[in-house]
């Protein structure tokens, strides 16, 4: 039945394949059946291999349906219908419990959206990211797991994020570095999203790195943390830089025993990245992203930005709908009417994520979106700070700083519209979930009052 399912999920990919790929569908084929048998018997693969498969998550298959979705639903299919990890069941987390609140509301949200085909694409990409977010709590059980996990993104990342060192050279700024051109974008559409997945990139091989394990998952640890910072600074991206400093200030407040080894490797790092720039055509771009780093201090230093404008319009929005908003996916079409603040200037978001979200779901899906902040901040902050630490307190505290790092950058700037960003921003959510439920299935068991420390404790036992 399982093997059938997968049959069928598999034959409807190779169907997008077929139109665009021709006789490398067929030949595609048995890679195809063993993937899905592995999956089957082991789905922490299926959900590694999409984590590693970012490089080629924007790649449109048919009708619109790219890379990312597709796996996205095979993964579902793999966990669902493959073999059950031999664990402990644990109790749904809440943060869980708030996403799907999130998201049903949004789907509610769509009925009287005026963009009902457009918010419909964006509820389709909102269940592929809760979905692979549930998928991954639901396989990472154990240490080896989250190993595994972190280790899939880590190898994704380097095909994002090295080849964007070649156009380095090609960067030219204007207005003080409040605007550049030729900025890194990777595999992304525009240099934000990049950033953003930059930023990400640096927490998760922080957490693979904090992780242990084997020599060569910190040796991928420590060249991913390395190409995600050299992509971070290349995007040019003040948001995620201000994402960033606001992770590891979040990672050293979880975790201060890190700060002497934290200390070392920034300063282990800027001198290596200060070596680079000196010896590679990487120094040309060294006086763009000085300028750039500048200009954080001086936002309205660009005259197009117009972002005063911005929030009025997406406050206009709110009050015109404010429990149920315009729809997901509607404040690009919005901002074009003949009565918007900026029909002139083709704002795509509102620059900031609560009143981009505010305006497109109401202030019912802003509640909610605070609500699953709150729940996920004290699941990580209960497990990351708990008096007895386990093993993996600190892949939980960087993953928690990555959490932190992304609600930084989208107080500045909106780019989970990038359907590839959104499902790796919810699978970063779910790799912080299982972290903080491997750290509290880890922590020794509570001494019952008035016993003995040595005393064993028995279950449904009278204290």
């Known amino acids: ?5 997968v049959g069928v999920l598999a034959g409807a990919v190779l169907g997008l394949l077929g139109g665009t790929a021709g006789a490398g569908a067929v030949l595609a084929l048995p890679l195809a059946g063993a993937a899905a048998a592995l999956a089957l018997r082991d789905p922490r693969w299926a959900v590694a291999g999409t984590l590693a498969a970012a490089p080629w998550g924007l790649v449109e298959l048919a009708a619109g349906v790219q890379v990312v979705q597709v796996l996205g639903v095979l993964t579902l299919g793999a966990v669902v219908l493959g073999r059950r990890p031999a664990a402990p069941a644990r109790a749904l987390p809440a943060e869980l419990l708030w996403a799907g609140a999130l998201v049903t509301w949004a789907l509610v949200t769509t009925l009287p959206s005026s963009t009902f085909q457009r918010s419909l694409r964006v509820d389709a990409n909102l269940l592929v990211g809760l979905a692979l977010c549930a998928c991954v709590v639901a396989v ?7 190993r595994l996990l972190l280790s899939a993104w880590c190898a994704g990342s380097l095909v994002v994020c090295l080849p964007a060192l070649q156009g380095a050279g090609g960067l030219s700024s204007r207005y003080g570095g409040a605007l550049v051109e030729g900025r890194a974008t990777g595999a ?3 240099p934000n999203e990049f950033g953003t997945y930059c930023m990400t990139t640096v927490f998760v091989a922080l957490a693979l ?29 003040r948001g995620a830089w201000l994402g960033t400093a606001a992770g590891l200030v979040a990672l050293l407040v979880l975790r201060p025993a890190l700060a002497g080894p934290a200390l070392r490797a920034a300063a282990a790092g800027a001198a290596a990245l200060a070596l680079l720039l000196a010896l590679t055509p990487l120094g040309g771009a060294a006086a763009v992203v000085g300028q750039r780093l500048t200009s954080v201090a001086d936002p309205a230093g ?19 709908s404010p429990v149920t908003g315009h729809g997901p996916g509607s404040f690009k079409v919005e901002a074009e009417e003949a009565d918007s603040l900026v029909a002139a200037y083709h704002r795509l978001h509102a620059h900031q994520v609560p009143l981009h979200v505010a305006a497109e779901t109401g202030l019912v899906g802003l509640a909610l979106l605070l609500g699953l902040t709150a729940a996920t ?3 990580v902050v209960a497990a990351a ?6 093993a993996a307190s600190g892949p939980v505290a960087a993953l928690g700083g990555g959490l932190v790092a992304v609600a930084g950058q989208g107080l500045v700037d909106v ?9 790796l921003v919810w699978a970063l959510l779910g790799l912080a979930s299982a972290a903080a439920g491997t750290a509290r299935a880890t922590l020794p068991p509570a001494r019952v009052p008035g016993t003995s420390p040595l005393a064993p404790h028995v279950p449904g036992a009278a204290p």
Request: with cysteine.
């Open 140 to 146: 990472c059980r154990r240490g080896p797991d989250l």
């Open 415 to 423: 780019t989970f519209q990038n359907p590839l960003v959104m499902a």
């Open 188 to 190: 992304f559409v525009q």
């Open 302 to 320: 660009n005259p197009d930005d117009h972002r005063d404008l911005v929030f009025r319009e997406a406050a206009r929005l709110v009050a015109e």
């Open 1 to 5: 039945m399982a093997l059938a399912a």
């Open 377 to 379: 901040g004290a699941a």
């Open 385 to 390: 700070r708990s008096p007895a630490p386990s």
């Open 209 to 237: 790195l904090l992780a242990g394990g084997r020599r060569v998952q910190r040796g991928l640890a420590a060249a991913a943390l390395v190409a995600g910072l050299l992509g971070l600074a290349l995007s040019l991206s």
